[in-house]
């Protein structure tokens, strides 16, 4: 039977709405589909968690660990979601830089977190906890992977303390390295010449804070953002004097507090490991083994990512 031009352009218009509808339904199922599943409701791998990541690690110790949950804030951020944290033995330390008659207090309001982690490492060197956490004082800073809920709370509740202790000593919270890998700063870079605003700082930063004895290396990496966990034998690797140094340093520069922030985000392996760069770690298996996160592959990752941002670091 043959059909009016009418009735083809009608057909010709449900194949187009079909072929847009299946092609929607096609999009969604790849890229939403994973993000709703894995960002809400991450998926936990049974086998490794077992293993790896459980409450049975902690509770067959007989006692935690002793944990301090040190805040970089200010006097104007709320930190109050830091005393809904579920850790066991946790001790938390809000540091307020702009508040000189707080109890805990840089000696200046400066150098972002990095004065703020160094008063702490150089006043607590000889009343240590077992483990150490420093953060920054929002909840939900963009600094934490959409894996992680960017949610810092939902990180250090998921966070494995005994992997920490007993095998990696320095774990930066965040997993994603990406663009921060393997050599994100250059350190030959110069003032007249450089990709990153600290990169042309790096080499003088290094040699301020860690001396002759340990040359700078020509590249640095790992991810960003200056949130990390620390054990007592990792920052026990170093004198106290060398915490007495940094932080004078940051309160002696004539930098910005930005630069003082930037170097110090890719010195902290250095200053806790034998590392100069953070890069050995893969991110699908920290988010795995460190926080009980677990993909299959790493195309299912991937497809995590498809609705959040691609950060650096
Ligand atoms: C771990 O222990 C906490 C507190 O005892 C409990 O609320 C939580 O459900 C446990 N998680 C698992 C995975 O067993
Ligand atoms: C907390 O740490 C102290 C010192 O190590 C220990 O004696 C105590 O049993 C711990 N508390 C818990 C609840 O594990
Ligand atoms: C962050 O995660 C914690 C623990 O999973 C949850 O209780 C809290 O509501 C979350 N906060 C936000 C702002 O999503």
Redesign the pocket.
Known sequence: MLQSPLTRSRLRNQILAAIIFLTLIYFSLNNLLPAIRYNVVPY?HPIL?DNAH???S??TTTTSPTVHLVIASTKADDTSWTSRL?IPNLTILRYISDDPSAPFHPPKPKGHEALIYFTYLHDFYDALPDLTLFIHASETPWHVEGTLLRNTSFALSNLNLPQILQQRHYFNLRVTWRAGCPAWIDTTKTYADYDEAEEPFMAEAWRANFGAGEPVPETLGGPCCSQFAVTREAIRRRPREQYRVSRDWIVDSTWSDAILGRVWEHMWPRLFTDEASDCGHAERGSLCQMY?VCFWSEGELEGTRSCGRRGRG
């Open positions: 936990r968690l459980s409450n049975a902690l509770e579920t009980g």
